[in-house]
Every structure is written in C-alpha cells, then in structure tokens.
C-alpha cells in the first residue's frame, strides 16, 4: 500500500497505522479482535491490500501477489480493477448514488429490471424486486411463490446453499455451521441433491433412471405435497460444486409441476453468464418459475434481484428493502450486461471452462486423489479422495491442498463442500492464466501429498 492511502487512513483518525504496520500478523489479529465473523480461516489467507488489484491478480498488505481463482467467491465478473468498468464508472461520478430503489421510481432501476427480465428464460411476463445480497434474492422469490400460491412449504436439496439469513438459511444445508441452533425459518422438504460421483442410489448416470427424481415424488407423497415451490442450485455451489445431470434437473421440474407448484433456480452463483449461459439453469434445457441473482450482477457491488412471474406480489409493499439498485449500481450492472455482450464473453466463458476442464482433468489422470473434476463454463469443482477405489473422502488433504496452493503457490483459491475445491475465476481469465493456475495447484497438491 502506498504512502497516500496510508495518509488517508491516518486522516480518518487512525494515527498509529504506518508503513511498519503493514504486515499479515498485525492486521489479521486486529481483525480478529474487531470482526466478529470470517466464514476463512485466517491461518491460511493473507490480509487483503484494498487499494491494489489488477484482474485476477490480488495483493496482500505486505505486497505479496496471488493468481486469484476465486473471482470474490463468483462476485467480480471482471476482476479487479477492470479498466473499462472504471471508466464507466468515473464517467457516472455525479449521478445520485443516494436514491433507494424501493420506495420511489428512478429510470435506471426500471430499465436494469427490464433488462434482467429479458435475460433469464422463458418468454412469460416478469417482474423483479432488487436487493443487496443473495439470500434476499432467494428470499424475495420465496416470498412471491408464497404470497401468490398460498403455500408456506418447500423442497430444498441436500446439499445446498442459499444464504445464512431466515428463509433462505431454512433451504441451507451445506455445513452444520450454518444451521445448528437456529430455527427453521420455513418448512422445507429435504432430498438429494443429484450427485452423480456419489449417487446414494448406486447408479451410474449413462444408464440411471433418476431415482433422486423418484425420491422426491416419494417425499412429496408421503411428507406432504403443499409445496410452494421446489428451490434448487443449477450447480451446486458451496455444497461442493456439483454438477447435476440435465435429466435429473428436468425430473425435479416436471414433479414439481406435477403436483402444482412453483420450480425456482438459484442462480446466485451460477449465473450471470458465468456458465456460457446467462443462466445455468439453460444448461439442464429448463424454464424456472423464478430466478434468484446476484455476485456478479454487481461486479463488486452489492446487488441482488428476485425475477418470477407476474404479479409476483399480490399487493404493493408486501416485500422491499430500503437499499437496492441505487441509480449509480443499476447503470453499473447494465454496463456490466451490456459489456458481456458486447465483448462476447459468454462464449469466452464456455471456451475457457473448457479448457480450465481440461486441463484440471489431467490432474485427475495424475493423482490418485483427484477423485472427479466437474463443472460448466468456469465453475468447475475438484474432488480429493483417499484413493479413486474408496472415494473415501479426503478432507484434512484438502485443506493442506488450499493452505500449499495459497501459501506456496500464491493461489488464491477456495473449498467448496466437504472435500472439494472450487475455481470460479473472473471473466478476463486467459488461457495462459490458467495453464498458470493449474500447474500451481498442481503443485499444490504435490506439496499436501509428500508433507
Ligand atoms: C447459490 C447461492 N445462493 C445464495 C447465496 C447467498 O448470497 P449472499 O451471501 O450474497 O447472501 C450464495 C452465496 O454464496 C450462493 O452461492
């Protein structure tokens, strides 16, 4: 960090802050003393500079530089500090940032919602509620499908993530962490998440007969049927990154339409064109009820939006939230869609994730403990096992795996699930950023292997 942005910090009142304080060690205890909450753990990752980044390129206090293959968790659709996006940006300087969305019309909002409309599928008559964070978005449409079906239940997969707040933390079930000792917010219905490389039914996807569909006509039998809508991730995100079968995730369509309800995607992570799709969902060939986005919309920026049908709400004010799609963020997030399409980057995303594909297949041909690498477009998740036969799985490997990759490699990376990680990497990613990326967690897990 350079001696201006440390001036700042010292004209906001923060006098003993200096360059000698610049240091992983100093600022991760004192975040440790203030910050209630970090879902990392801060024995692995480095304090963050907030005044450098340059693409998938990430810096910690004391300069050291990481290949970052986590895109903020899927949040910064093109990386850090794009420069396009910065010009946008400082060319909208003076618009009024401080007009909440909800409670009074503004033209940007209005035409950020027509626009978000038009990209998720389907071609029935939208309408779209904005919000600041995932969960909301999750929680905006389940409060729609409730207020216009009447029902208050839902099926929900195991595992799955939809957010740590009331309703959606009721759909979560991705580590007991999350959950224990908070009520459920709303009745949820659980099944299995289509999990082909551990399929609980035994089955193998080329010849299956999707008997997860059939559990959850089962439980819907059997547990009650007066579901407001099923809920699902188009790829599992946090909960391992797991990618479903299209046939599974039209099963699960067709039964929840079966017995009358509402199928909502989750598309928080997945979305946004991330998969070479605008919504992942598209991959499975399925038209959702709802559309629940966010991470990416923003760019870096907090914002979310729920999109389901018309009405979605049966009267004015039955759902809002003071802050969402200020002015200044619905420009910026149509910048963002306008850019995607412009520079064609939902096809790059699909060439891309192929070759991220590719290239982490041949550390499953090179390890015994890569168990299965899967993924669309750039989510792509690696799974490490004991052993290929067992498919035991290898959790505290994994985490050496993440602690080498982050500490020796200068990967920035992340778990996903039980005993997977994940690679969500910005838009701007290049090939040669990845065959980068690779032989880094190559040697990773080299590294976790012989320690
Ligand atoms: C699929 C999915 N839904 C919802 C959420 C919650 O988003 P937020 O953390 O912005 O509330 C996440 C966050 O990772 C997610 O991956």
Redesign the pocket.
Known sequence: MDERHIQILRDLGFTDISPKTMTNDYWKKRAAEALAITTQDRDVYGCLDHTRGDGVRIYDVEGTEYLDVTGG?AVRAFGLRYKPFLAFEASIADVVTELPGQDFDAIPQTLLAERVARLTPGTHRKRVVFTT??????EGCMKSAMDVSGKRRFVAFRPA?????GY?LALTASNSRHKSGFPQGVDVTRVPYPYCYRCPYGQQVESCNIQCVEALRYALQVEGDDIAATVM?PIC??GGLIVPPAKAVKGMYEVTKEFGAYFMS?E???GMGRTGKWCAVENHGVIPDFV?I??ALGGGYPM?ASIGPVPMFTSASRHSETFSAEPKLSLLALWLIKHMEDGGFLKKNAENGAYLMKRLGELEDKHEVVGDVRGIGLMVGVEFVKNKTSKEKARELRERVVENAVQKQKLWILSAGQNCIRFTPSYVITKADIDDAVDRFDRAIAGALSA
């Open positions: 968790v964070s995932g969960a909301r978005a999750v993530f939809h957010g740590r707040t959606a991730e995100g946090e989750d928080v992570q997945a629940s966010a991470k979310g």
